[in-house]
Protein backbone atom coordinates (compact mmCIF):
# COMPACT_ATOMS: atom_id res chain seq x y z
CA UNK A 1 0.00 0.00 0.00
CA UNK A 2 1.61 3.45 -0.68
CA UNK A 3 1.56 6.03 2.31
CA UNK A 4 -0.91 8.24 -0.20
CA UNK A 5 -3.32 5.46 0.54
CA UNK A 6 -2.42 4.28 4.09
CA UNK A 7 -2.82 8.21 5.14
CA UNK A 8 -6.24 8.52 3.95
CA UNK A 9 -7.30 5.19 5.67
CA UNK A 10 -6.23 6.70 9.38
CA UNK A 11 -7.68 9.85 8.67
CA UNK A 12 -11.32 7.79 7.32
CA UNK A 13 -10.49 6.28 10.40
CA UNK A 14 -10.32 9.52 12.72
CA UNK A 15 -13.21 10.85 11.01
CA UNK A 16 -15.57 8.22 11.65
CA UNK A 17 -15.49 6.45 14.91
CA UNK A 18 -16.85 3.37 15.63
CA UNK A 19 -17.94 2.35 12.00
CA UNK A 20 -15.47 -0.99 11.55
CA UNK A 21 -18.01 -1.98 8.29
CA UNK A 22 -17.48 1.30 6.65
CA UNK A 23 -13.75 1.60 7.44
CA UNK A 24 -13.43 -2.25 5.93
CA UNK A 25 -15.50 -1.43 2.64
CA UNK A 26 -12.77 1.82 2.07
CA UNK A 27 -9.61 0.35 2.78
CA UNK A 28 -10.48 -3.07 0.69
CA UNK A 29 -11.08 -0.19 -2.29
CA UNK A 30 -8.10 1.88 -1.49
CA UNK A 31 -6.08 -0.57 -1.63
CA UNK A 32 -6.82 -1.65 -4.79
CA UNK A 33 -6.68 2.24 -5.98
CA UNK A 34 -3.32 2.42 -4.59
CA UNK A 35 -2.79 1.07 -8.70
CA UNK A 36 -4.23 3.75 -10.13
CA UNK A 37 -3.69 6.81 -8.47
CA UNK A 38 0.12 5.93 -9.01
CA UNK A 39 -0.84 5.94 -12.48
CA UNK A 40 -3.23 8.92 -12.65
CA UNK A 41 -1.88 11.73 -9.86
CA UNK A 42 -4.95 14.04 -11.51
CA UNK A 43 -6.79 12.18 -9.34
CA UNK A 44 -5.44 13.09 -6.25
CA UNK A 45 -4.53 16.10 -7.15
CA UNK A 46 -8.60 16.91 -7.42
CA UNK A 47 -8.72 14.78 -4.14
CA UNK A 48 -11.56 12.23 -6.40
CA UNK A 49 -11.02 9.66 -3.62
CA UNK A 50 -11.56 11.77 -0.57
CA UNK A 51 -14.71 13.18 -1.99
CA UNK A 52 -16.09 9.54 -2.95
CA UNK A 53 -15.78 8.68 0.56
CA UNK A 54 -17.79 11.57 2.10
CA UNK A 55 -21.37 10.81 1.40
CA UNK A 56 -22.83 13.82 -0.31
CA UNK A 57 -25.82 13.76 2.43
CA UNK A 58 -26.94 11.66 5.41
CA UNK A 59 -30.71 11.95 6.58
CA UNK A 60 -31.11 11.11 9.81
CA UNK A 61 -34.78 10.90 11.53
CA UNK A 62 -36.95 9.59 14.08
CA UNK A 63 -39.76 7.01 12.84
CA UNK A 64 -42.30 7.12 15.84
CA UNK A 65 -45.20 4.40 15.56
CA UNK A 66 -48.22 2.34 17.45
CA UNK A 67 -47.66 -1.03 17.69
CA UNK A 68 -50.89 -3.62 17.73
CA UNK A 69 -51.06 -3.41 21.56
CA UNK A 70 -51.48 0.47 21.18
CA UNK A 71 -47.74 1.45 22.62
CA UNK A 72 -45.52 3.71 20.74
CA UNK A 73 -42.26 2.43 19.54
CA UNK A 74 -39.95 4.72 18.57
CA UNK A 75 -37.18 3.27 15.72
CA UNK A 76 -34.32 5.51 13.12
CA UNK A 77 -34.42 6.26 9.84
CA UNK A 78 -31.70 6.64 7.67
CA UNK A 79 -30.75 7.62 3.90
CA UNK A 80 -27.04 7.92 2.44
CA UNK A 81 -27.12 9.78 -0.83
CA UNK A 82 -23.26 8.86 -1.17
CA UNK A 83 -22.79 9.84 -4.72
CA UNK A 84 -24.57 10.89 -7.62
CA UNK A 85 -22.14 12.24 -10.34
CA UNK A 86 -23.33 9.42 -12.42
CA UNK A 87 -26.75 9.30 -12.22
CA UNK A 88 -29.72 9.89 -9.37
CA UNK A 89 -28.73 7.93 -5.97
CA UNK A 90 -29.86 4.44 -6.17
CA UNK A 91 -29.63 1.82 -3.45
CA UNK A 92 -31.69 -0.66 -1.63
CA UNK A 93 -33.07 0.47 2.12
CA UNK A 94 -32.03 -2.56 4.82
CA UNK A 95 -34.99 -3.26 7.53
CA UNK A 96 -32.96 -4.77 10.42
CA UNK A 97 -31.69 -4.65 14.09
CA UNK A 98 -28.23 -4.03 13.79
CA UNK A 99 -28.55 -1.40 11.02
CA UNK A 100 -26.40 1.79 12.38
CA UNK A 101 -25.02 4.23 10.48
CA UNK A 102 -21.36 2.93 9.72
CA UNK A 103 -23.20 -0.26 8.37
CA UNK A 104 -24.94 1.61 6.00
CA UNK A 105 -22.34 3.75 4.95
CA UNK A 106 -20.27 0.78 3.78
CA UNK A 107 -23.64 -0.56 1.53
CA UNK A 108 -23.45 2.76 0.49
CA UNK A 109 -20.34 3.14 -0.39
CA UNK A 110 -19.89 -0.17 -2.55
CA UNK A 111 -22.85 0.44 -4.14
CA UNK A 112 -21.46 3.52 -5.80
CA UNK A 113 -18.81 1.10 -7.36
CA UNK A 114 -21.68 -1.38 -8.24
CA UNK A 115 -23.97 0.54 -9.67
CA UNK A 116 -21.39 1.75 -11.97
CA UNK A 117 -20.48 -1.13 -13.04
CA UNK A 118 -23.63 -2.05 -14.14
CA UNK A 119 -23.50 0.25 -17.12
CA UNK A 120 -26.12 1.70 -16.03
CA UNK A 121 -26.35 5.30 -15.29
CA UNK A 122 -27.17 5.66 -11.41
CA UNK A 123 -25.17 6.64 -8.28
CA UNK A 124 -25.44 5.09 -5.18
CA UNK A 125 -27.20 5.36 -1.77
CA UNK A 126 -28.42 3.04 1.10
CA UNK A 127 -30.80 3.65 4.11
CA UNK A 128 -33.09 1.80 6.22
CA UNK A 129 -33.52 1.07 9.90
CA UNK A 130 -33.33 -0.68 13.23
CA UNK A 131 -37.24 -1.51 13.06
CA UNK A 132 -36.93 -5.62 12.90
CA UNK A 133 -40.27 -6.89 10.79
CA UNK A 134 -39.74 -10.16 12.41
CA UNK A 135 -42.60 -10.82 14.83
CA UNK A 136 -44.52 -7.92 13.83
CA UNK A 137 -47.77 -8.32 12.06
CA UNK A 138 -48.81 -6.96 8.55
CA UNK A 139 -50.42 -4.18 10.46
CA UNK A 140 -47.47 -3.19 12.15
CA UNK A 141 -45.42 -3.25 9.71
CA UNK A 142 -47.81 -0.90 7.32
CA UNK A 143 -47.55 1.47 10.16
CA UNK A 144 -43.98 1.57 10.28
CA UNK A 145 -43.50 1.91 6.44
CA UNK A 146 -45.77 4.89 6.63
CA UNK A 147 -44.16 6.75 9.35
CA UNK A 148 -40.60 5.84 7.82
CA UNK A 149 -42.02 7.30 4.36
CA UNK A 150 -43.58 10.25 5.96
CA UNK A 151 -40.13 11.71 6.32
CA UNK A 152 -37.98 9.64 3.28
CA UNK A 153 -40.96 11.17 0.87
CA UNK A 154 -38.96 14.83 0.83
CA UNK A 155 -35.59 13.39 0.35
CA UNK A 156 -36.23 10.99 -2.54
CA UNK A 157 -38.10 11.17 -6.21
CA UNK A 158 -37.81 9.51 -9.55
CA UNK A 159 -34.70 11.77 -10.41
CA UNK A 160 -32.87 12.51 -7.48
CA UNK A 161 -32.84 9.10 -5.20
CA UNK A 162 -35.08 5.70 -5.82
CA UNK A 163 -34.42 3.53 -3.01
CA UNK A 164 -35.00 -0.85 -3.09
CA UNK A 165 -35.18 -3.52 -0.79
CA UNK A 166 -32.48 -5.40 0.84
CA UNK A 167 -32.44 -7.86 4.03
CA UNK A 168 -36.10 -7.03 5.61
CA UNK A 169 -37.44 -5.06 2.68
CA UNK A 170 -39.66 -7.38 -0.25
CA UNK A 171 -42.20 -7.02 -2.02
CA UNK A 172 -44.57 -6.22 1.08
CA UNK A 173 -42.96 -3.32 2.28
CA UNK A 174 -42.50 -1.76 -0.68
CA UNK A 175 -45.99 -1.59 -1.38
CA UNK A 176 -46.17 -0.02 1.67
CA UNK A 177 -43.74 2.31 1.08
CA UNK A 178 -45.24 3.29 -2.42
CA UNK A 179 -48.50 3.78 -1.42
CA UNK A 180 -47.66 6.06 1.57
CA UNK A 181 -45.38 7.70 -1.06
CA UNK A 182 -48.33 8.41 -3.32
CA UNK A 183 -50.53 9.87 -0.76
CA UNK A 184 -48.25 12.13 0.26
CA UNK A 185 -46.74 13.73 -3.08
CA UNK A 186 -50.05 12.94 -5.63
CA UNK A 187 -48.12 11.66 -7.96
CA UNK A 188 -47.39 7.74 -9.69
CA UNK A 189 -43.94 7.60 -10.09
CA UNK A 190 -40.91 5.40 -10.70
CA UNK A 191 -39.31 6.82 -6.72
CA UNK A 192 -38.85 3.02 -5.32
CA UNK A 193 -37.44 -0.37 -7.59
CA UNK A 194 -38.92 -3.89 -6.63
CA UNK A 195 -42.31 -2.79 -7.06
CA UNK A 196 -45.23 -5.44 -7.66
CA UNK A 197 -45.81 -6.23 -11.48
CA UNK A 198 -49.55 -4.33 -11.69
CA UNK A 199 -47.73 -1.60 -10.17
CA UNK A 200 -45.12 -0.23 -12.12
CA UNK A 201 -42.57 -3.50 -11.40
CA UNK A 202 -40.57 -5.44 -13.36
CA UNK A 203 -40.48 -8.97 -13.97
CA UNK A 204 -37.16 -10.92 -12.93
CA UNK A 205 -36.49 -7.69 -10.34
CA UNK A 206 -37.00 -10.41 -7.67
CA UNK A 207 -35.13 -12.76 -9.28
CA UNK A 208 -32.16 -11.07 -10.16
CA UNK A 209 -29.56 -10.86 -7.78
CA UNK A 210 -29.79 -14.53 -7.44
CA UNK A 211 -29.90 -15.22 -11.00
CA UNK A 212 -26.98 -12.36 -11.60
CA UNK A 213 -24.80 -14.07 -9.32
CA UNK A 214 -25.43 -17.43 -10.70
CA UNK A 215 -24.74 -16.06 -14.04
CA UNK A 216 -21.76 -14.38 -13.25
CA UNK A 217 -19.98 -17.71 -11.05
CA UNK A 218 -20.82 -18.97 -14.88
CA UNK A 219 -19.02 -16.60 -16.19
CA UNK A 220 -15.76 -16.92 -13.94
CA UNK A 221 -16.15 -20.64 -14.77
CA UNK A 222 -16.03 -19.96 -18.46
CA UNK A 223 -11.98 -18.07 -18.21
CA UNK A 224 -11.73 -22.05 -17.17
CA UNK A 225 -14.28 -23.75 -19.84
CA UNK A 226 -15.93 -25.28 -17.10
CA UNK A 227 -19.59 -24.86 -16.33
CA UNK A 228 -22.17 -25.30 -13.25
CA UNK A 229 -22.74 -28.87 -13.90
CA UNK A 230 -22.67 -31.73 -11.50
CA UNK A 231 -21.11 -28.82 -9.18
CA UNK A 232 -21.66 -28.87 -5.43
CA UNK A 233 -23.15 -25.32 -4.01
CA UNK A 234 -23.01 -24.02 -0.21
CA UNK A 235 -25.99 -21.09 -0.08
CA UNK A 236 -26.13 -19.36 3.46
CA UNK A 237 -28.90 -17.27 3.98
CA UNK A 238 -32.68 -18.10 2.91
CA UNK A 239 -33.98 -15.11 1.81
CA UNK A 240 -34.66 -13.32 -1.64
CA UNK A 241 -31.23 -13.59 -2.84
CA UNK A 242 -30.96 -16.98 -1.37
CA UNK A 243 -33.98 -18.37 -3.03
CA UNK A 244 -33.16 -17.10 -6.64
CA UNK A 245 -29.83 -18.51 -6.75
CA UNK A 246 -30.70 -21.67 -5.58
CA UNK A 247 -33.21 -21.82 -8.19
CA UNK A 248 -30.96 -20.60 -10.86
CA UNK A 249 -28.47 -23.21 -10.04
CA UNK A 250 -30.69 -25.73 -10.30
CA UNK A 251 -31.37 -24.56 -14.07
CA UNK A 252 -27.68 -24.38 -14.26
CA UNK A 253 -27.17 -28.07 -13.37
CA UNK A 254 -25.14 -27.22 -10.02
CA UNK A 255 -26.35 -29.42 -6.74
CA UNK A 256 -27.11 -26.61 -3.69
CA UNK A 257 -26.98 -28.49 -0.41
CA UNK A 258 -27.70 -25.50 2.48
CA UNK A 259 -29.13 -23.28 3.28
CA UNK A 260 -29.33 -20.85 6.62
CA UNK A 261 -30.93 -18.15 8.58
CA UNK A 262 -30.16 -15.96 11.65
CA UNK A 263 -30.79 -19.36 14.10
CA UNK A 264 -29.15 -21.57 12.43
CA UNK A 265 -28.51 -23.86 8.82
CA UNK A 266 -29.29 -27.16 7.19
CA UNK A 267 -27.46 -29.08 5.15
CA UNK A 268 -29.42 -31.58 2.91
CA UNK A 269 -26.66 -34.05 1.53
CA UNK A 270 -29.07 -35.28 -1.36
CA UNK A 271 -29.64 -31.74 -2.40
CA UNK A 272 -32.25 -28.88 -2.25
CA UNK A 273 -34.46 -29.58 -5.61
CA UNK A 274 -37.35 -27.39 -7.08
CA UNK A 275 -39.82 -29.45 -4.50
CA UNK A 276 -37.87 -28.46 -1.54
CA UNK A 277 -37.11 -25.12 -3.04
CA UNK A 278 -40.70 -24.47 -3.23
CA UNK A 279 -41.58 -25.40 0.52
CA UNK A 280 -38.41 -23.19 1.42
CA UNK A 281 -40.26 -19.90 -0.41
CA UNK A 282 -43.83 -20.60 1.23
CA UNK A 283 -41.67 -21.29 4.77
CA UNK A 284 -39.80 -17.47 4.39
CA UNK A 285 -42.20 -15.42 2.36
CA UNK A 286 -45.44 -16.59 2.70
CA UNK A 287 -45.52 -18.27 6.80
CA UNK A 288 -42.61 -16.27 7.85
CA UNK A 289 -41.10 -19.12 9.35
CA UNK A 290 -37.35 -20.53 10.62
CA UNK A 291 -35.35 -22.86 8.32
CA UNK A 292 -35.79 -25.47 10.94
CA UNK A 293 -38.97 -26.15 9.86
CA UNK A 294 -36.68 -28.17 6.84
CA UNK A 295 -35.28 -30.28 8.31
CA UNK A 296 -37.92 -31.37 10.07
CA UNK A 297 -39.89 -32.00 6.51
CA UNK A 298 -36.87 -33.65 4.58
CA UNK A 299 -35.09 -36.48 6.51
CA UNK A 300 -32.27 -35.89 4.30
CA UNK A 301 -31.37 -33.08 5.81
CA UNK A 302 -29.44 -31.92 8.88
CA UNK A 303 -30.13 -28.92 10.80
CA UNK A 304 -27.16 -27.43 12.85
CA UNK A 305 -28.30 -24.16 15.37
CA UNK A 306 -26.07 -21.10 15.31
CA UNK A 307 -23.85 -21.06 18.05
CA UNK A 308 -22.59 -18.03 18.72
CA UNK A 309 -19.29 -19.24 21.29
CA UNK A 310 -17.72 -21.23 18.09
CA UNK A 311 -15.41 -19.54 15.92
CA UNK A 312 -16.18 -20.27 12.40
CA UNK A 313 -19.66 -21.18 10.58
CA UNK A 314 -20.37 -25.01 10.45
CA UNK A 315 -22.17 -23.84 7.09
CA UNK A 316 -18.65 -23.72 5.04
CA UNK A 317 -17.01 -26.48 6.43
CA UNK A 318 -18.47 -29.15 3.66
CA UNK A 319 -17.03 -30.82 0.44
CA UNK A 320 -18.34 -28.71 -2.19
CA UNK A 321 -16.86 -26.86 -5.48
CA UNK A 322 -18.87 -23.34 -4.67
CA UNK A 323 -19.99 -20.91 -2.18
CA UNK A 324 -22.71 -18.36 -2.48
CA UNK A 325 -22.66 -15.90 0.62
CA UNK A 326 -26.33 -15.16 0.38
CA UNK A 327 -27.48 -13.51 4.11
CA UNK A 328 -24.75 -10.55 5.49
CA UNK A 329 -21.75 -9.40 6.10
CA UNK A 330 -18.66 -10.68 7.21
CA UNK A 331 -20.35 -14.20 7.34
CA UNK A 332 -16.99 -15.77 6.26
CA UNK A 333 -13.95 -15.51 8.66
CA UNK A 334 -10.41 -16.31 8.05
CA UNK A 335 -11.39 -19.66 9.69
CA UNK A 336 -14.27 -20.18 7.20
CA UNK A 337 -12.14 -19.29 4.11
CA UNK A 338 -9.51 -21.77 5.60
CA UNK A 339 -11.84 -24.24 5.72
CA UNK A 340 -14.26 -23.20 2.52
CA UNK A 341 -10.31 -24.01 0.57
CA UNK A 342 -9.72 -27.45 2.27
CA UNK A 343 -13.22 -28.35 1.37
CA UNK A 344 -12.00 -28.00 -2.20
CA UNK A 345 -14.40 -24.87 -2.95
CA UNK A 346 -12.65 -22.58 -5.78
CA UNK A 347 -16.20 -20.58 -7.24
CA UNK A 348 -17.33 -18.47 -4.75
CA UNK A 349 -20.02 -15.82 -6.01
CA UNK A 350 -20.75 -13.76 -2.93
CA UNK A 351 -24.63 -12.54 -2.91
CA UNK A 352 -24.47 -10.81 0.21
CA UNK A 353 -22.75 -7.74 0.40
CA UNK A 354 -19.11 -7.94 1.80
CA UNK A 355 -19.67 -11.12 3.51
CA UNK A 356 -15.92 -12.19 3.78
CA UNK A 357 -13.36 -10.48 6.20
CA UNK A 358 -10.60 -9.02 4.98
CA UNK A 359 -8.56 -11.93 6.37
CA UNK A 360 -10.75 -14.11 4.05
CA UNK A 361 -10.51 -12.30 1.20
CA UNK A 362 -7.08 -12.33 0.93
CA UNK A 363 -6.99 -15.98 1.51
CA UNK A 364 -9.11 -16.06 -1.62
CA UNK A 365 -7.35 -14.14 -4.09
CA UNK A 366 -3.84 -15.78 -2.61
CA UNK A 367 -5.38 -19.32 -3.39
CA UNK A 368 -6.07 -17.96 -6.74
CA UNK A 369 -9.38 -19.44 -6.56
CA UNK A 370 -12.29 -17.79 -8.70
CA UNK A 371 -13.55 -15.11 -6.56
CA UNK A 372 -16.02 -13.01 -7.57
CA UNK A 373 -16.72 -9.86 -4.81
CA UNK A 374 -20.12 -8.67 -4.33
CA UNK A 375 -19.67 -5.64 -6.09
CA UNK A 376 -19.63 -6.96 -9.59
CA UNK A 377 -21.10 -10.59 -8.52
CA UNK A 378 -24.46 -9.09 -6.97
CA UNK A 379 -24.77 -6.46 -9.33
CA UNK A 380 -27.69 -7.82 -11.09
CA UNK A 381 -29.90 -6.84 -8.48
CA UNK A 382 -29.78 -3.09 -8.91
CA UNK A 383 -29.04 -3.80 -12.54
CA UNK A 384 -32.67 -4.68 -12.85
CA UNK A 385 -33.52 -2.01 -10.86
CA UNK A 386 -31.89 0.27 -13.56
CA UNK A 387 -34.12 -1.68 -15.85
CA UNK A 388 -37.53 -1.05 -13.81
CA UNK A 389 -36.80 2.49 -13.93
CA UNK A 390 -35.98 2.86 -17.38
CA UNK A 391 -39.49 0.79 -17.79
CA UNK A 392 -41.03 3.07 -15.91
CA UNK A 393 -39.96 6.25 -17.53
CA UNK A 394 -41.11 4.73 -20.99
CA UNK A 395 -44.35 3.56 -19.49
CA UNK A 396 -43.85 0.44 -20.87
CA UNK A 397 -42.92 -3.08 -19.68
CA UNK A 398 -40.09 -6.02 -21.37
CA UNK A 399 -41.23 -9.44 -20.95
CA UNK A 400 -39.47 -12.10 -19.02
CA UNK A 401 -37.20 -13.38 -21.84
CA UNK A 402 -35.65 -9.42 -22.60
CA UNK A 403 -35.26 -9.01 -18.99
CA UNK A 404 -33.18 -12.08 -18.39
CA UNK A 405 -31.25 -11.46 -21.62
CA UNK A 406 -30.60 -8.12 -20.82
CA UNK A 407 -29.23 -8.93 -17.21
CA UNK A 408 -27.38 -11.76 -18.27
CA UNK A 409 -25.77 -9.54 -20.86
CA UNK A 410 -25.48 -7.38 -17.74
CA UNK A 411 -23.68 -9.65 -15.48
CA UNK A 412 -21.60 -10.99 -18.63
CA UNK A 413 -20.19 -6.98 -19.09
CA UNK A 414 -19.73 -6.78 -16.05
CA UNK A 415 -17.19 -9.84 -15.61
CA UNK A 416 -15.23 -8.53 -18.86
CA UNK A 417 -15.03 -5.15 -17.32
CA UNK A 418 -13.07 -7.07 -14.04
CA UNK A 419 -11.14 -9.16 -16.03
CA UNK A 420 -9.93 -6.56 -18.65
CA UNK A 421 -9.41 -3.92 -16.09
CA UNK A 422 -7.42 -6.57 -14.02
CA UNK A 423 -4.98 -7.60 -16.75
CA UNK A 424 -4.48 -3.43 -17.79
CA UNK A 425 -3.39 -2.49 -14.15
CA UNK A 426 -1.23 -6.08 -14.05
CA UNK A 427 -3.23 -8.12 -11.55
CA UNK A 428 -4.47 -10.67 -13.50
CA UNK A 429 -7.60 -13.02 -12.14
CA UNK A 430 -7.99 -10.73 -9.51
CA UNK A 431 -11.59 -9.77 -9.32
CA UNK A 432 -11.43 -7.42 -6.48
CA UNK A 433 -8.82 -5.42 -7.80
CA UNK A 434 -10.51 -5.51 -11.18
CA UNK A 435 -14.07 -4.49 -9.57
CA UNK A 436 -12.65 -1.77 -7.28
CA UNK A 437 -10.72 0.30 -10.46
CA UNK A 438 -13.40 -0.26 -13.20
CA UNK A 439 -16.21 1.06 -10.88
CA UNK A 440 -14.11 3.96 -9.64
CA UNK A 441 -12.77 4.99 -12.61
CA UNK A 442 -16.01 5.94 -14.70
CA UNK A 443 -17.29 7.77 -11.20
CA UNK A 444 -13.89 9.65 -11.10
CA UNK A 445 -14.04 10.82 -14.55
CA UNK A 446 -17.61 11.90 -14.49
CA UNK A 447 -16.99 13.84 -10.99
CA UNK A 448 -13.35 15.71 -12.83
CA UNK A 449 -15.87 16.41 -15.48
CA UNK A 450 -18.42 18.03 -13.42
CA UNK A 451 -15.85 19.77 -11.10
CA UNK A 452 -15.99 20.18 -7.22
CA UNK A 453 -18.77 20.11 -5.95
P1 LIG B 1 -33.60 -11.12 3.02
O1 LIG B 1 -34.07 -10.33 4.18
O2 LIG B 1 -34.57 -11.58 2.01
O3 LIG B 1 -32.81 -12.41 3.56
C1 LIG B 1 -31.71 -12.30 4.41
C2 LIG B 1 -31.29 -13.68 4.85
O4 LIG B 1 -30.05 -13.60 5.55
C3 LIG B 1 -32.28 -14.31 5.82
O5 LIG B 1 -32.22 -15.71 5.69
C4 LIG B 1 -31.72 -13.86 7.17
O6 LIG B 1 -32.09 -14.69 8.25
C5 LIG B 1 -30.24 -13.94 6.93
N1 LIG B 1 -29.56 -12.96 7.77
C6 LIG B 1 -29.75 -11.62 7.77
N2 LIG B 1 -28.99 -11.03 8.70
C7 LIG B 1 -28.32 -12.03 9.31
C8 LIG B 1 -27.37 -12.07 10.35
N3 LIG B 1 -26.96 -10.94 10.97
N4 LIG B 1 -26.87 -13.27 10.71
C9 LIG B 1 -27.28 -14.41 10.08
N5 LIG B 1 -28.18 -14.45 9.09
C10 LIG B 1 -28.68 -13.26 8.71
O7 LIG B 1 -32.42 -10.25 2.36
P2 LIG B 1 -31.78 -10.39 0.93
O8 LIG B 1 -31.78 -11.81 0.49
O9 LIG B 1 -32.37 -9.35 0.07
O10 LIG B 1 -30.27 -9.91 1.23
C11 LIG B 1 -29.23 -10.82 1.56
C12 LIG B 1 -27.87 -10.18 1.27
O11 LIG B 1 -27.81 -9.84 -0.13
C13 LIG B 1 -27.59 -8.86 2.00
O12 LIG B 1 -26.21 -8.78 2.27
C14 LIG B 1 -27.98 -7.81 0.97
O13 LIG B 1 -27.32 -6.58 1.22
C15 LIG B 1 -27.47 -8.48 -0.28
N6 LIG B 1 -28.04 -7.96 -1.52
C16 LIG B 1 -29.39 -7.97 -1.74
C17 LIG B 1 -29.91 -7.50 -2.93
C18 LIG B 1 -31.37 -7.59 -3.25
O14 LIG B 1 -31.72 -7.31 -4.40
N7 LIG B 1 -32.23 -7.98 -2.32
C19 LIG B 1 -29.04 -6.90 -3.94
C20 LIG B 1 -27.63 -7.01 -3.66
C21 LIG B 1 -27.17 -7.51 -2.48
P3 LIG B 1 -33.19 -14.17 9.32
O15 LIG B 1 -34.49 -14.24 8.58
O16 LIG B 1 -33.09 -15.10 10.47
O17 LIG B 1 -32.79 -12.76 9.67
Not at 170 to 177: D, Q, S, T, Y
Not at 365 to 386: E, F, Q, T
Amino acid sequence: MNDYVSALLVDVQGKNPAEPEFHQAVQEVAESLALVLDRHPEYRHSRVLERIIEPERVILFRVPWVDDKGEVQINRGFRIEMNSAIGPYKGGLRFHPSVNLGILKFLAFEQVFKNSLTTLPMGGGKGGSDFDPKGKSDNEVMRFCQSFMSELFRHIGPNTDVPAGDIGVGGREIGFLFGQYKRLRNEFTGVLTGKGLNWGGSLIRPEATGYGCVYFAQEMLGTRKETLEGKVCLVSGSGNVAQYTVEKLLDLGGKPVTLSDSSGSIFDEAGIDREKLSFVMDLKNVRRGRIKEYAEKYQSAVYTETDPRLDHNPLWDHKAQCAFPSATQNEINGKDAANLLRQGVYVIGEGANMPATVEAVNQFVDAGILYGPGKAANAGGVAVSGLEMAQNSMRYGWTRKEVDNRLQLIMSSIHEACVGTADRFGVPGNYVDGANIAGFLKVADAMMDQGVV
